[in-house]
């Protein structure tokens, strides 16, 4: 059966979109897992799948690359987006995930923007293994956390050269502290409107950006007063922009762009 995909990526954050409007979703933790293997499957950090969906434009679902479910992914929730808006000529699109109804907006070139929802800031909804303070950890290094929709822990460190964040990243994404395990950031602030950041990604490693961390790295940094409300992210691949004032929810920009498109085979 062949199952047809495109290909984007978000400054580097490359993700599949499965359209199944209008039919069924074949996608299950094995498809998805081999799908997004880098050398027998398409290669992925995320899969979408849209899906018909009676109170906003398109459903969409989301998966990691090892076969794992997740509520919310921005990179690939805005090339949904950007997909949908061509197809209607609109400059605005409601899109619903597990984060509940999300608006997105066309901005200038190939950026587009997405309200990810208010954070989630108590410990049980990170999910943390027992009550704390979500604004400082009782581990080393003294990191915050929340939840976008998907566990993040931030580390604010002096010099983002000494972090060698695939040997830090896995210990700390399966520490006990994390139940459901966790993204990791390694955060560098430059100034109060400007970081630069460098990821663990759960289950699929040092990706070039994410548009989850960047939301829950700004979040963090603001709680703990290191920034203003308005934010420029540097990743790896590229520069997004983060808005929070403290209480609603998280705007996410940046750019999104197509790579190719195709089918897969499922067996």
């Known amino acids: 059966m062949p199952l047809p995909f ?15 409007r209008g039919q069924d979703d074949p996608i299950t933790a094995p498809i998805a897992r081999r799908l997004g293997n880098r050398h027998t499957g398409i290669g992925f950090n995320q899969l979408a799948v849209v899906l018909d969906c ?10 990691n690359a090892d076969g794992t479910p997740l509520a919310a992914c921005g990179s690939a929730t805005r090339g949904v987006a950007e997909r949908l808006m061509h197809e209607t000529g609109s400059h605005s699109i409601v899109l619903r995930t597990d984060r509940g109804l999300l ?95 460098r990821i663990w990604e759960r289950g699929g490693g040092v990706p070039l950006g994410s548009g989850s961390c960047c939301c829950a790295a700004v979040v963090n940094g603001i709680r703990r007063g290191l920034l203003d409300a308005t934010v420029q992210v540097l990743c790896d691949g590229g520069t997004l922009t983060v808005q929070w004032d403290g209480q609603g929810g998280v705007v996410l920009t940046g750019s999104v762009e197509p790579i190719m498109q195709g089918s897969a085979y499922l067996y």
């Open 103 to 197: 608006t997105c907006v066309r901005e200038s070139g190939r950026r587009v923007s997405v309200n990810m929802g208010e954070p989630s800031l108590d410990w049980a909804s990170v999910p943390l293994a027992g009550a704390m303070d979500t604004r400082t950890l009782a581990i080393a290094g003294d990191p915050a956390a929340c939840s976008m929709g998907n566990p993040h822990c931030t580390y604010f460190v002096h010099d983002m050269a000494a972090v060698d964040v695939a040997v830090a990243g896995p210990a700390l994404e399966t520490h006990p502290l994390f139940p459901a395990r966790t993204n990791v950031h390694f955060v560098q602030v430059l100034d109060r409107g400007q970081i630069r950041l």
């Open 6 to 20: 495109v290909k984007m990526h978000a400054h580097g954050d490359d993700f599949i979109i499965v359209d199944r």
């Open 54 to 63: 009676e109170d906003a434009a398109a459903r969409v679902k989301f998966w």
